[in-house]
Every structure is written in structure tokens, then in C-alpha cells.
């Protein structure tokens, strides 16, 4: 069965990707590299609070019509145990998911989370519109301990879609996602989304806003709604800083949460 989902993961991209036209500008590479912190809080519909401080090192690498991405986590987690802090993940999608557990001593656990890959394809782009639709596949390799993660593989296809009207940047994404499961941690596999837009305050400087919903995944897990509040500064020709604040509104969420990251591009 397992085997099944990922061939049928694979042909639905691989079908996606050969039926669409292609409309790219040029094959110029780049390699963008960036790190920062990410810091959120949250009772996950329990009784005690789960602190998580999350250290990403990522590279992304772009040619013609192709990005790659590359996230390796370094993860500082509080709490009692009972919340999987490097789990799901589509995008920037809280992490976080909970689960039943007899551990209930709170403790400080540290080191690296799951392995996060993601390689997206331009299927259209329209430079008179500034517009175009992306199509994103993720894979969430199982690679943290048991403190961190389910230890199980995940698997993700995403469509994304953007505009711009005037000074504004409306998006919407759409996605699908297989969740590692076994016999003693059951899951369901769950569609997710996100809408949001984009405001130029100049050719520097950018804010914008993003809402995020994904079906539970279990049982014992709940749904994750959440916005996040971000802007963007280019301090260079090719160096941005990118600060956000996030709200939860679901207890697969985060109840609130805070980041910073730094990118270079050569």
C-alpha cells in the first residue's frame, strides 16, 4: 500500500508536469543560501505548553524552470513530550501535531529535526502580468529521533498561484499530502491550502500577510489554522532579511510564534 502511494505521488507529477505548456523567461542558475530562527508556543489542545525553537540552514538552487530545496533543522524543544514538533510540514505549515503519550516530565530536548527537500517546477509565467503557477513537490525524510519526529517519511505535491495588481501580490496554493503511518501511530493523509497577498512598500521593502488551513491528520491530532504576519527588506543587491509573527486558531497550531531569516543569493 505504502509503495502504491508513492508510485501514484510520482505519476501525478510526473502527468502534471508533460500536460501543461511551458513559458519561461531564460535558464539563468542561482544558489541562494539562508538561515535564521524560528520560535512558537502552544498547548496543542493540551494542558501544558510545548516551547519549540527551530535553527534552519537551507539552500536553494535555481535554474530555467527548476528550483531545489535543501532545510536541515537544528531543534530546541520544551515540553512534555506528548507534541511530534517535526512533522508536517507543506511550505512554511506549522509543525506540529499531537499525539498520545505516557511521558509527562517536562523536559529540554535539542538536535537535529527532519530533513526537508522540495523541488519546484514554473509550469506558467507571464512577465506582462507578473503572474505564474508553481507546482511543488516535498519530501519530509523521517531522519529526527522520536523526540522530534514520527520517524516516518511524508510526502507532498502543492499547486501555487500568483499575481500582482498594481502594488498588491495575491497567491493561492493548494496541496495534497501522504503522512507516514504505521500500526502503533495510525495517520490520514490531508488536503491543504493557503491564500494571502503581497504589498510592495517599495522596490526594497515588501509586506505581506498569509493564512494556512490543513485538514487533522489523526485521530488524536487536530486541524491547523493559522495567518502569519511577514515583512521583507533587501539590504543588498542580492542579501534579504525576512521577519514574521504568526497566530494560531486551531490546536494543531502553534497558539502564536516569531522568526527571522537572513538569504544570500550568488
Do not use: C
Amino acid at each position: 500500500m505504502k509503495r502504491n502511494k508513492k508510485l501514484l505521488f510520482g505519476a501525478l507529477m510526473a502527468a502534471v508536469v508533460g500536460s501543461l505548456p511551458i513559458a519561461h523567461a531564460d535558464d539563468e542558475s542561482y544558489l541562494t543560501l539562508s538561515s535564521g530562527f524560528d520560535f512558537s508556543t502552544g498547548k496543542y489542545g493540551g494542558t501544558s505548553t510545548t516551547n519549540t525553537t527551530s535553527i534552519p540552514v537551507s539552500a536553494l538552487y535555481e535554474t530555467g524552470a527548476w528550483s531545489l530545496r535543501l532545510t536541515v533543522p537544528y531543534l530546541i524543544v520544551s515540553g512534555a513530550g506528548d507534541v511530534v514538533v517535526s512533522g508536517r510540514t507543506g511550505g512554511r505549515r506549522a509543525t506540529s501535531t499531537t499525539t498520545t503519550t505516557v511521558t509527562k516530565t517536562r523536559t529540554t530536548q535539542t538536535g537535529v529535526g527532519d530533513v526537508v527537500t522540495m523541488a519546484t517546477y514554473n509550469l506558467y509565467m507571464n512577465d506582462d502580468f507578473d503572474s505564474g503557477i508553481d507546482l511543488t513537490g516535498r519530501v519530509k525524510f523521517g531522519t529526527a529521533n522520536k523526540a522530534f519526529g514520527s520517524g516516518l517519511n511524508d510526502y507532498s505535491v502543492q499547486m501555487y498561484s500568483y499575481t500582482r495588481f498594481g502594488d498588491f501580490s495575491p497567491s493561492l496554493s493548494l496541496g495534497y499530502e501522504v503522512v507516514g503511518s504505521s500500526t502503533t501511530a495510525p495517520m490520514n493523509n490531508v488536503f491543504f491550502g493557503s491564500i494571502g497577498t503581497r504589498y510592495s512598500l517599495s522596490e526594497e521593502t515588501s509586506l505581506g500577510m498569509d493564512y494556512r488551513y490543513a485538514q487533522k491528520a489523526s485521530i488524536t491530532g487536530a486541524e491547523q489554522s493559522d495567518a502569519t504576519l511577514y515583512v521583507s527588506q533587501q539590504l543588498g543587491t542580492d542579501t534579504y532579511l525576512r521577519g514574521y509573527v504568526m497566530q494560531g486558531f486551531a490546536n494543531g497550531s502553534a497558539d502564536n510564534g516569531a522568526g527571522l531569516s537572513l538569504s544570500i543569493t550568488y
